[in-house]
């Protein structure tokens, strides 16, 4: 079966600093990679999604960048962190071409910038 | 551009009632709609999910349906519990777009 793993699980960091939280997928290959935003009030928001290694689609502009540098690795960056970056940040995997799109998500990571 | 709608934003209701949460979409032109379920600090479950072609999933006390020429889906939950006690949010797959929830309160 699938799994899929984010870490870390929460995360404090000072504005201005660095940021990397990492998502890995279990148990498929070639998955179509996303990742979301969840800020506080208000609904979820696409950020980044993969449909392959190297292969990034960016939905919204901001600070923050993403990568896949293997095929079930998805990692969020920034390289200095705004207040406005805190947040509830979702990774999700979805099959390709032929299959259903159904998404499923990891754990998340709660990140809170002061 | 795809809009998702869901109404009411909360709702709270005795243990033991069916209740619908409703969704809809502006962009008929979908190819999944997807329900999720998330708890407090939690990453979201998926509940079930509706391909076009399809006009309603079952999985237990749940029941979603989609019409897609009117915009909209439904999730239908019988005999509430406490244990459903959560935020619903649809997904409209093709646009990548959630919906904002309708957080859920069932009191015993």
């Known amino acids: 079966s699938q799994t899929i793993h984010q870490w870390p699980a929460t995360l404090v960091q000072p504005v201005g600093s660095p940021l990397s939280l990492e998502c890995t997928v279990e148990?498929?290959?070639?998955?179509?990679l996303y990742w979301y935003r969840q800020a506080a009030g208000r609904g979820l928001q696409l950020l980044f999604y993969?449909?392959?290694?190297?292969?990034i689609s960016s939905e919204v502009p901001q600070n923050l960048s993403a990568s896949r540098p293997q095929d079930r690795q998805f990692i969020l960056s920034s390289k200095k962190l705004l207040l406005s970056d805190s947040g509830f940040y979702l990774c999700a995997w979805s099959g390709v071409a032929g299959a259903t799109y159904e998404q499923f998500f990891g754990p998340g990571t709660r990140l809170t910038v002061l | 551009k795809q809009e998702v709608t869901q109404i009411p934003a909360a709702l709270s209701v005795p243990e033991g009632e069916n209740l619908v949460l409703n969704c809809s979409f502006t962009?008929?032109?979908?190819?999944?709609l997807q329900w999720f379920r998330q708890d407090p600090g939690k990453g979201l479950t998926s509940l079930l999910l509706i391909q076009s072609s399809q006009r309603e999933q079952t999985s237990g006390r749940l029941n979603a349906s989609l019409d897609k020429s009117s915009g909209r889906s439904t999730l239908y939950i019988a005999a509430s519990q406490p244990g459903d006690s959560a935020t619903y949010l649809c997904?409209?797959?093709?646009?990548?777009?959630f919906g904002k929830g309708t957080t859920l309160s069932v009191s015993s």
């Open positions: 993969s449909v392959g290694i190297g292969q």
């Open positions: 997904f409209a797959g093709t646009a990548l777009i």
């Open positions: 962009d008929s032109a979908i190819y999944n």
């Open positions: 148990g498929t290959s070639n998955p179509n």
